[in-house]
């Protein structure tokens, strides 16, 4: 596990306006009132249409970031069915891996363009959905170990993010492999587990899903992370019932049962054993860059008084 004091995480994109003139000014303020020191960043096909920008919005500033490869991944399991680390399918798993290989250079590439460690941690799944096979997981990740490359190896280690586990009586989002097995594979790999709040609560339409499984991860000392991503039970502006919608606290989005006081007892829970924290939220199209600070401001804040991040400048402790 890393040792580190633990890192403040903002996963942007879920946030993120869509004027570049905003985009930039939505990271000033990530970073000038000292809202994040890192961000969750998304890999699809790559890391965006200019990596140049991204490396210049990140330099000097976002220097303990992830890559999380949950919207490139979902993209290929909706495609064929059968992507995934955990695959039982022989194309479906080494296409997983071919995958995460391009993540890993894209990842070295981005902190050559930074001269900084930029990125630190991938995020690997269990997918892919319903049919997850943990022996195969297994054998991802020895074939993984065996694939190091000789000059120096990578910059990044792997971080195994549970999502939304299947389960027949729930429709679920993810529906990857339950949490008991990925303790199991992530302890025999040598890699940390990483939380999302939201998809804790989808796997089994309960607030108190994510809670439970963090203290038995920081017990267990396999806690790498925690994201707070808010999740309900009714329709919304951002999504329909239990979806992996990023909604934000209880406070700004009242069908989010993601409060104030649950994220405060997830980080009790967590007794300081991890190495980052942080939000992951989605806000009204029409919100104000400022606007969108103050709504992720008011996760991070929340973990401020926890111990789990610096204190953000410029924002109101919340209720």
Not at 144 to 173: F, K, M, N, Q
């Amino acid at each position: 596990m890393n040792t580190e004091l633990p890192a403040a995480l903002v996963g942007a994109y879920a946030a993120l306006p869509s004027l570049r003139a905003d985009q930039e000014d939505f990271y000033d303020g990530l970073a000038g009132r000292g809202i994040a020191d890192g961000l969750e960043i998304p890999f699809r096909d790559g890391l965006g249409e200019d990596v140049r920008w991204l490396a210049a919005q990140m330099r000097g500033r976002f220097t303990r970031s992830v890559i999380t490869l949950i919207p490139g991944t979902m993209v290929r399991v909706g495609a064929t069915g059968v992507f995934g680390l955990a695959s039982g399918d022989h194309d479906g798993r080494r296409a997983a891996l071919g995958f995460l290989r391009e993540a890993r250079i894209a990842a070295e590439e981005l902190n050559q363009l930074t001269g900084e460690q930029s990125v630190s941690a991938i995020h690997i799944h269990t997918a892919p959905s319903a049919t997850a096979v943990g022996e195969m997981f297994a054998r991802s990740l020895d074939e993984i170990a065996a694939s190091v490359p000789a000059a120096g190896g990578w910059s990044t280690r792997l971080v195994l993010e549970h999502c939304d586990a299947y389960a027949p009586a729930v429709p679920g989002e993810k529906r990857f492999l339950p949490l008991e097995d990925e303790i199991a594979l992530a302890r025999a790999g040598g890699i940390g587990i990483t939380i999302n709040w939201g998809r804790s609560a989808i796997e089994a339409q309960d607030p108190g899903r994510p809670l439970a499984q963090i203290g038995r991860l920081a017990s267990e000392g396999l806690l790498e992370g925690v994201m707070f991503s808010g999740a309900g039970p009714t329709a919304n502006e951002f999504g329909g019932p239990w979806a992996d919608a990023h909604l934000p606290l209880t406070e700004d989005e009242p069908t989010s049962l993601m409060g104030a006081d649950e994220v405060r007892r997830c980080l009790r829970a967590a007794e300081g054993a991890f190495s980052y924290a942080g939000a992951k939220i989605q806000v009204p199209g029409d919100a104000t860059v400022d606007e969108r600070l103050t709504k992720v401001g008011h996760v991070m804040r929340l973990l401020s008084e926890c111990g789990a991040a610096p204190a953000p400048a410029g924002t109101t402790a919340r209720p």
